[in-house]
C-alpha cells in the first residue's frame, strides 16, 4: 500500500500523478467511521458552514486547513455535538458514527462525547492530581470495578500519551503544574482513558514550542490506526507531515478534500493553490 505521509519540507508543487500511482491510491469506498452529509451551522442568522461533506476513517489522520474564521474548527465541533453547547448555533445535515444518527433523539450525547472525544487548542488540565485527571473519565463512566483496574487505566493512557515515564513518580502532584507540552499530552491521556473511537484535535500545537509540538505530531503518528483522527491545523507543514486525507476550508465552505499527497502537489482548485503557497491567508 502506498505510504500517504509526505516529509515535513519543502511544500510544493509536483507533476499530475502517473495512471500507476493513481491505481495503487487508497480507496474511499469502505465505509467510514463518521460521515458528515449537508452539513450547514448557523449562528442566529449568519451561516458559518455551507454544504459541508466529509468522511472520516478510522486508518488515517484527517486535517482541515484555512484560514482563520473559515469553519474548520465549527465543523470539527459538529462532529462531537459542541456546538449545543451555544444556545444560538443551528446545524443542518447528517452526522453518522458507524452508521448511526448522532444528531438521533435517543443518542445520549454523555456517551457521544465518550466515543468522539476532544482535545482543545490550549491545554485544559483539570485542577486535580495528574492521576485524577487521567482517571475522572473512567470513573464517571463506570469503566472500572476496583482500584486496581483503574490504575492500570491511568497507566496504560499515560503510556499511550507518551507521558508515563515523565510523571510515574508525581501522580499526586497537579496536573497545571506541568509544562504546556505534558498539559497538552496529559489532555490527550485523559480523551484516550475512556477508550474513545474518534479523537477530535483542534489545533492542539498552537500554543507550544517547537519540541512540544514535535513529540505531539510523533503521538499523532502513533495514534495513527487505533483511533480515527482529524485535526484543525493553521499550519500547512504540520498537516503534511501528520495527515492522509485533507480538507481545505475558505468562507465556510469545503474547497477541497482528498488525499494530503495530492492537496498539496497537484491541488484541482485555484482557490487551494493560492492558499497553499502563501497568497493569501
Same mark, same amino acid.
Given at each position: 500500500?502506498?505510504?500517504?505521509?509526505?516529509?515535513?519540507?519543502? @511544500?510544493?508543487?509536483?507533476?499530475?500523478?502517473?495512471? /500507476?500511482? %493513481?491505481?495503487?491510491?487508497?480507496?474511499?469506498? $469502505?465505509?467510514?467511521?463518521?460521515?458528515?452529509?449537508?452539513?450547514?451551522?448557523?449562528?442566529?442568522?449568519?451561516?458559518?458552514?455551507?454544504?459541508?461533506?466529509?468522511?472520516? /476513517?478510522?486508518?488515517?489522520?484527517?486535517?482541515?486547513?484555512?484560514?482563520?474564521?473559515?469553519?474548520?474548527?465549527?465543523?470539527?465541533?459538529?462532529?462531537?455535538?459542541?456546538?449545543?453547547?451555544?444556545?444560538?448555533?443551528? @446545524?443542518?445535515?447528517?452526522?453518522?458514527?458507524?452508521?448511526?444518527?448522532?444528531?438521533? &433523539?435517543?443518542?445520549?450525547?454523555? %456517551?457521544?462525547?465518550?466515543?468522539?472525544?476532544?482535545?482543545?487548542?490550549?491545554?485544559?488540565?483539570?485542577?486535580?492530581?495528574?492521576?485524577?485527571?487521567?482517571?475522572?473519565?473512567?470513573?464517571?463512566?463506570?469503566?472500572?470495578?476496583?482500584?486496581?483496574?483503574?490504575?492500570?487505566?491511568?497507566?496504560?493512557? =499515560?503510556?499511550?500519551?507518551?507521558?508515563?515515564? #515523565?510523571?510515574?513518580?508525581?501522580?499526586?502532584?497537579?496536573?497545571?503544574?506541568?509544562?504546556?507540552?505534558? %498539559?497538552? $499530552?496529559?489532555?490527550?491521556?485523559?480523551?484516550?482513558?475512556?477508550? &474513545? #473511537?474518534?479523537?477530535?484535535?483542534?489545533? &492542539?500545537?498552537?500554543?507550544?514550542? &517547537?519540541?512540544?509540538?514535535?513529540?505531539?505530531?510523533? =503521538?499523532? /503518528?502513533?495514534?495513527?490506526?487505533?483511533?480515527?483522527?482529524?485535526?484543525?491545523?493553521?499550519?500547512?507543514?504540520?498537516?503534511?507531515?501528520?495527515? %492522509?486525507?485533507?480538507?481545505?476550508? /475558505?468562507?465556510?465552505?469545503? @474547497? #477541497?478534500?482528498?488525499?494530503?499527497?495530492?492537496?498539496?502537489?497537484?491541488?484541482? #482548485?485555484?482557490?487551494?493553490?493560492?492558499?497553499?503557497?502563501?497568497?493569501?491567508?
Amino acid at each position: 500500500m502506498e505510504d500517504d505521509n509526505l516529509p515535513a519540507e519543502p @511544500v510544493s508543487f509536483a507533476s499530475p500523478a502517473t495512471a /500507476h500511482e %493513481q491505481a495503487e491510491q487508497v480507496s474511499d469506498d $469502505r465505509t467510514p467511521k463518521m460521515r458528515a452529509e449537508s452539513i450547514s451551522v448557523f449562528y442566529g442568522p449568519k451561516q458559518a458552514i455551507k454544504n459541508v461533506s466529509i468522511n472520516i /476513517h478510522d486508518d488515517r489522520v484527517t486535517a482541515f486547513i484555512g484560514p482563520s474564521g473559515c469553519g474548520k474548527s465549527t465543523f470539527l465541533r459538529c462532529l462531537n455535538r459542541m456546538n449545543d453547547t451555544i444556545p444560538a448555533a443551528r @446545524v443542518t445535515g447528517l452526522i453518522e458514527l458507524d452508521g448511526h444518527d448522532i444528531n438521533a &433523539p435517543d443518542m445520549d450525547v454523555v %456517551q457521544l462525547r465518550a466515543r468522539v472525544g476532544m482535545v482543545f487548542q490550549k491545554p485544559n488540565p483539570f485542577p486535580k492530581s495528574i492521576f485524577e485527571n487521567v482517571a475522572y473519565g473512567p470513573r464517571i463512566h463506570g469503566l472500572a470495578n476496583s482500584k486496581n483496574e483503574l490504575a492500570e487505566i491511568v497507566e496504560k493512557s =499515560l503510556k499511550r500519551a507518551g507521558l508515563w515515564d #515523565e510523571v510515574k513518580d508525581r501522580l499526586n502532584e497537579s496536573g497545571t503544574a506541568l509544562s504546556g507540552g505534558q %498539559q497538552q $499530552r496529559l489532555c490527550i491521556a485523559r480523551a484516550i482513558a475512556v477508550d &474513545p #473511537e474518534v479523537i477530535l484535535m483542534d489545533e &492542539p500545537c498552537s500554543a507550544l514550542d &517547537p519540541i512540544a509540538t514535535a513529540k505531539i505530531e510523533e =503521538l499523532i /503518528h502513533e495514534l495513527r490506526g487505533r483511533y480515527a483522527i482529524a485535526i484543525v491545523t493553521h499550519n500547512m507543514q504540520q498537516a503534511a507531515r501528520v495527515s %492522509q486525507r485533507t480538507a481545505f476550508f /475558505h468562507l465556510g465552505e469545503l @474547497v #477541497e478534500y482528498g488525499k494530503t499527497s495530492e492537496i498539496f502537489t497537484n491541488p484541482r #482548485e485555484q482557490r487551494t493553490q493560492d492558499y497553499i503557497t502563501g497568497r493569501y491567508g
